[in-house]
């Protein structure tokens, strides 16, 4: 079996490191779904993979606390203003989610089933469905981990590792298997 932690920093990750997922935290899902009622991203109401259409915090939480591994992935990069570069940010992003993809394409290979959580609401389609249609391709949706009620800081604060210094930019993704 492929040792995972080696293999995501193959496919360009910063870090990664291993979690139970029985034992996340969801003391923050109010805050953070407060964040996403704030809609600064645009897609609360309007997307599968956010609230409201992810489900309630509860709903997702017993989701996330069905799988018995977890592993986190880190992705550093140099220091990216969103507001300025908006184009670099999502140059970026999609390499992010490429790298997490392929990452997450061998745990599902090697393992039958995971569950992929990413930064931002899904992007697979150009046009969500929500809320006419169901989802066109559930199998492919990232949903966001902080939709989820997961403060992804916390998870990563208790890896050992450290996060992004002001110079640089952090982006993280989980995978439940």
Not at 22 to 49: H, M, P, V
Not at 62 to 67: G, P, R, Y
Not at 99 to 106: E, P, Q, T
Not at 108 to 115: I, K, V
Request: aromatic letters at 12%; glycine letters at 8%.
């Amino acid at each position: 079996m492929t040792d995972y932690l080696v293999y995501a920093k193959q496919c360009g990750l910063t870090e990664a490191a291993f979690f139970d997922p029985r034992t996340l935290s969801f003391e923050d899902a109010a805050i953070l779904r407060q964040g996403c009622e704030a809609n600064s991203c645009g897609k609360y109401g309007k997307n599968w993979s956010c609230p409201p259409g992810i489900g309630a915090v509860e709903e997702v939480a017993a989701k996330v606390k069905q799988w018995h591994h977890g592993m986190v992935m880190q992705f550093l990069t140099d220091a990216i203003d969103t507001t300025l570069q908006p184009e670099v940010f999502k140059e970026v992003t999609a390499a992010f989610h490429l790298m997490i993809r392929k990452v997450y394409n061998k745990v599902l290979a090697e393992q039958g089933d995971a569950y992929l959580l990413g930064r931002g609401a899904c992007a697979v389609c150009k046009d969500c469905t929500y809320p006419e249609h169901p989802c066109r391709y559930p199998e492919k949706m990232v949903p966001c981990i902080s939709s989820h009620g997961i403060n992804v800081y916390r998870l990563w604060d208790g890896t050992g590792y450290s996060r992004s210094t002001p110079s640089e930019t952090d982006l993280y993704a989980m995978i439940l298997y």
